[in-house]
């Protein structure tokens, strides 16, 4: 949408005019569908899922979820369970109409950002995108020169520097606007990033508004966990801070509206860029805050966070995400979307759901993060029956085991292949992890029939359980071999001799499977 005739630009490109309303632009990227606005997400089953990287998913999740916090909380299971997503969607609704003049991208009072801040300096979009190269970054692919910005894609982005922020000297810490409060050089990273790039995870359902459901927690949850003084909290757009340290913004600090919509960079949108500063800084795991979203093990006085590895694709940490099904489980990672979500889904309220899980790999150097050869966007999803969290945790131990198993075989790779370049007089750490990655490459398709291999009724669980997890062992141990294969070429006699003197026998592996099940 262009400028209307009645719109003034005032000096960098703002409008003064209401303008580009967030409830009926289309601006939330969809899968399989364009962008819709977020009216048409709330208001039925017709978008089934986000689309964008894992950090745009993330961003937007969050704000859906706070929308239906501030909307419709309810207070425990039974009235969660009783609303349903269609109710949801309703109230939803009703709560964006009332709200409507707080959702304008444009004007006097802009969504989520803050007009006090215009005297910060005048950055390009590109300043604030981790994948856009600028400063002393190399430029690698045309993917990292900065993208010509439609008012939906500022949108986007906006949302994403709520949490996303990079820490570093990129914003204008010279702006402060809390009297008495100091900032840095350097702006804090974002709490859903922190240092390195937290893993992120959701409960999946099918459709948006379903998946926002299943991640709805009720005010007995939120009491519960004793992590939040302010309950709920007020959601930012309902009343935004003034600066940095005052009483609205200390509130949303220790609020869960804090943790999904974090205003952690205040921000201002212009015509041809932005200006934007260090804005709330919240309180780290390490003081034992974390996101709903986010995996601790708070089980000692440092807490342990997932985070996100570009090596290992997130199905690879289900077994850590899941830890509290366990019975004799006392510590471990806990993620409140799924423990909660998932202990709920027993009672039959969904047939079956989706866990995602992903984030941003991120470097630091001297306070200064930014996106490296090695760092990147990752996610997965997997989907359960709901019905295997209704009785035991069987399934899930012998599902443990088999990832134990295949993290043996890609270890093996990782080793052999090592070995068989060391025999070579050659550096093979590089060869080694593109070996075991091709291995993890072939297995993942499979990662599904794994799950369901693991869980069956009565006989089927007897009488076919250990056969079928035992052809799949055989198909793993295949790809182990070939992976092996691949990465160590036998052309020559010293390189036949180095191959067979080090190629692992995989058929080991099976057979271990199969005593164990």
């Not at 304008?104 to 190269?133: H, I, N």
């Not at 003081?287 to 006085?301: C, G, I, L, T």
């Amino acid at each position: 949408m262009g400028l209307r005739t009645n719109d003034v630009l005032l000096k960098g490109g703002n409008v003064t005019e209401n303008r580009y309303n967030l409830l009926d632009e289309a601006w939330i990227p969809i899968a399989d569908m364009g962008k819709a606005g977020l009216l048409r997400v709330f208001g039925g089953r017709e978008c089934r899922a986000l689309g964008g990287t894992a950090v745009q998913k993330i961003a937007v999740l969050k704000l859906l979820i706070a929308i239906a916090q501030a909307a419709a909380t309810p207070q425990d299971t039974q009235e969660w369970a009783a609303m349903g997503p269609d109710g949801l969607g309703e109230r939803c609704t009703l709560y964006l109409e009332q709200w409507r003049d707080a959702f304008w991208l444009y004007g006097d009072k802009p969504f989520l950002q803050m007009p006090a801040c215009s005297r910060a300096e005048l950055k390009p979009y590109g300043t604030a995108m981790p994948q856009v190269a600028s400063g002393n970054t190399t430029l690698l692919t045309h993917l990292q020169l900065e993208p010509i910005m439609s008012d939906a894609s500022r949108a986007l982005l906006l949302v994403e520097q709520m949490g996303f922020g990079l820490g570093g000297k990129k914003t204008d810490n010279s702006v402060v606007l809390s009297k008495g409060y100091a900032k840095g050089k350097s702006a804090k990273p974002g709490p859903s990033v922190c240092h390195m790039g937290l893993l992120h995870s959701f409960l999946l359902g099918d459709s948006i508004l379903e998946t926002v459901w299943l991640n709805l927690l009720t005010r007995d949850i939120i009491a519960d966990t004793r992590q939040w003084e302010e309950g709920i909290g007020t959601a930012p757009w309902e009343k935004m801070p003034e600066g940095e340290d005052c009483p609205t913004a200390r509130a949303l600090k220790a609020s869960l509206m804090g943790r999904l919509v974090p205003l952690s960079r205040f921000c201002l949108l212009r015509e041809d860029g932005l200006h934007y500063t260090e804005g709330i800084v919240h309180p780290d795991y390490q003081e034992r805050m974390v996101d709903p979203s986010a995996a601790a093990d708070k089980a000692k006085a440092k807490v342990k966070m997932l985070w996100v590895k570009p090596r290992k694709k997130p199905w690879r940490q289900l077994t850590a995400l899941l830890s509290f099904l366990e019975s004799e489980h006392d510590s471990g990672f806990e993620c409140l979307n799924l423990k909660q979500g998932i202990q709920r889904l027993g009672d039959g309220h969904v047939k079956q759901f989706g866990i995602w899980s992903g984030g941003l790999k991120v470097s630091s150097n001297a306070g200064e993060q930014y996106v490296s050869g090695g760092d990147d966007c990752i996610e997965s999803e997997t989907w359960l029956e709901a019905q295997l969290f209704s009785g035991s945790d069987d399934w899930f131990i012998l599902f443990k085991k088999q990832m134990g198993q295949l993290e043996r075989m890609g270890t093996a790779v990782y080793g052999a292949t090592r070995g068989y370049f060391s025999d070579l007089k050659v550096q093979g750490d590089a060869h080694a992890a593109e070996a075991s990655g091709l291995f993890w490459q072939l297995v993942e398709p499979t990662f599904q029939e794994l799950i369901q291999a693991c869980y069956g009724d009565g006989k089927e669980r007897l009488a076919k359980l250990k056969e079928r997890l035992a052809k799949l062992m055989g198909t793993y141990a295949v790809f182990a071999g070939t992976a092996f294969d691949e990465s160590c070429p036998h052309g020559t006699a010293r390189q036949f001799e180095a191959w067979a003197r080090h190629r692992p026998g995989f058929g080991m592996f099976s057979q271990k499977t199969q005593s164990s099940s």
